[in-house]
């Protein structure tokens, strides 16, 4: 298994409120990414992480910001939470080797936005 | 518009007969492809991999094809057993430029029945 560590594993939050997910690595890769999963539309990614303190969006970023400070810390910010980013979050790294992109999945965050 | 499309929603297959799900993408660009399994409550792993100079690989008992004429590639799982049964995602992305994160289709739901 990856070395990827997600938390919170479950949270229940309130509309409007702030809530930041952490994903920790113990592999040294280079890059990490989040995801979500929701019905009928599959994994999407929100932002990634090509390095420390750089970061880029993905399809869906509106809502969410990320932070990387550390090689193994890739926070996912939700600014004021809404109904709409009810998900499954993951979270997931790869050290790109030239023969491919393989990335590998945390086990991931239940977020419920109440 | 999506640029990795798994058409079927879901599959059921006997158990010991093949299971056959399909994926197709638009971006000619791409040229490395992944699938990943994931069963509930858990992240997605890793299966298998093809980079377009191959048209074919193989892992016991998963095989991907490629057709890039056709653009449309397919996993074959023989023989299909019960523990298969999981949601498989299809995903893609652009080798020679980088690392570019993973697109993913929406997923098939394949279920093995004993």
């Known amino acids: 298994d990856a070395g990827i560590t997600q938390s919170p594993r479950h949270k229940v939050t309130e509309t409007g409120t702030p809530v930041t997910l952490r994903c920790h690595q113990t592999e040294n890769h280079r890059y990490m990414y989040w995801y979500r999963q929701d019905p009928g539309h599959g994994l999407r990614l929100i932002h990634y992480?090509?390095?420390?303190?750089?970061?880029d969006k993905g399809e869906v970023s509106d809502g969410y910001s990320v932070s990387r400070s550390k090689t193994e810390d890739f926070l996912l910010t939700l600014e004021s939470a809404t109904s709409s980013q009810t998900s499954v979050y993951f979270c997931?790294?790869?050290?790109?080797?030239?023969?491919?992109?393989?990335?590998?999945f945390g086990e991931g965050s239940w977020l419920t936005v109440v | 518009d999506q640029q990795v499309k798994q058409n079927s929603p879901s599959l059921s297959v006997q158990e010991g007969r093949i299971s056959i799900l399909n994926c197709d993408y638009t971006?000619?660009?791409?040229?490395?492809f992944l699938w990943y399994k994931k069963y509930p409550a858990e992240g997605p792993t890793f299966l298998i991999s093809i980079s377009s100079i191959k048209d074919k690989n193989e892992d016991g008992r998963f095989t991907v094809f490629l057709n890039k004429s056709a653009k449309h590639l397919s996993l074959h799982i023989v023989p299909s057993q019960p523990g298969d049964s999981a949601v498989y995602f299809c995903a893609a992305s652009t080798l020679n430029s980088g690392n570019t994160p993973l697109v993913f289709g929406k997923g098939t739901r394949l279920s093995v029945i004993a």
């Open positions: 992480s090509y390095g420390v303190k750089d970061t």
């Open positions: 971006n000619s660009m791409f040229d490395y």
């Open positions: 997931a790294i790869s050290d790109f080797t030239g023969t491919g992109n393989t990335i590998y």
